[in-house]
């Protein structure tokens, strides 16, 4: 087993009496993406922060290529790669300044910046853009901007939150690949994303975080075979049928979840359930078959509370 880059014991976080970090246990190894998951509280912010070494840890321990963040920030700090949620590029330089600038912040030669510039701008599908300001540029070329920018120095960690937020799906799937891409060459990665797909799609292994405590850990695939069943058969019921519904389908499925509209029903035979359904003459309006999701692992972890 390769040395963890990053692992946690104990990890708490507190803001005063407030627990946003509970006590968490994990570690990162070289070479995988490892996702964070969870709603908007949990934990996973703060998390990260106290991984970048911006934010002291309360208690438990913590290393980072086997170093204290406590006392050795700025010498794990120059080895990461951090992608921030908020654009913040300076949008009255151009692309190339961008990317110049970052890499004298962090002491990189000259000769070689205008190196890395060339291959991350290639990279990042940007080399026709190199001289554009900016504040030209759409959403998703800025987002693959800011991943370029983080791989100025070279890192051996890079830390993405939110890496896709408010874009379009064509423009999330071009990142994925410039994501996947760094897997390939050898990158380790950590990733928040509120896409579940886009976790199924790029992690090797996630913790799913609620309350600040980690609830589930595991691939995406371990996950949903540990927490769901191979299949969801949704049922859509005109007002007024949702109860009645309810009541004919009880017993069918392995686990059954009422919503708003419809009925979940969790199942490892879904032609078997479907027949079932017919049998008893549940009148619906529409029906939907898909395989489980790691959506349906995180709603049954997490629950669908709204959280501000």
Known sequence: MLTPLVEARGLTKKFGDFVA???VDFEIRPGEAFGFLGPNGAGKTSTMKMITTVSPITSGEMTVFGLDPATEGPAIRSRLGVVPQENNLDEELTIVENLYIYGRFHDVPKPIIRERIDELLSFAQLEEKRNAKVEALSGGMKRRLIIARALINAPDLVILD???????????HVLWDRLYRLKQDGATLIITTHYMDEAEQLCDRLV?????DIVAEG???????RFS???????????GDLESGIERLD???????ALAD?????????????NAIHDREVVFEQRLTRRSTLE?????????RLID
Not at 163 to 171: E, I, R
Not at 229 to 239: I, N, S
Not at 251 to 257: F, H, P, S
Not at 296 to 304: A, E, P, Q
């Open 208 to 212: 799913v975080m609620d309350q600040g």
């Open 296 to 304: 349906d692992v995180f709603l049954h972890l997490t629950g669908r």
């Open 251 to 257: 017993g069918l499925a392995k686990r059954m979840e």
């Open 229 to 239: 069943t191979r299949e969801v058969v949704e049922l859509r019921f005109a007002p």
């Open 21 to 23: 970090v509970n006590g």
């Open 219 to 225: 691939s995406p695939s371990e996950l949903i075979t």
């Open 162 to 172: 939110e890496p896709t937020t408010g874009l379009d799906p064509q423009a999330r």
């Open 262 to 274: 419809r009925v979940l029903l969790y199942t490892d035979d879904a032609d078997g359930l479907v």
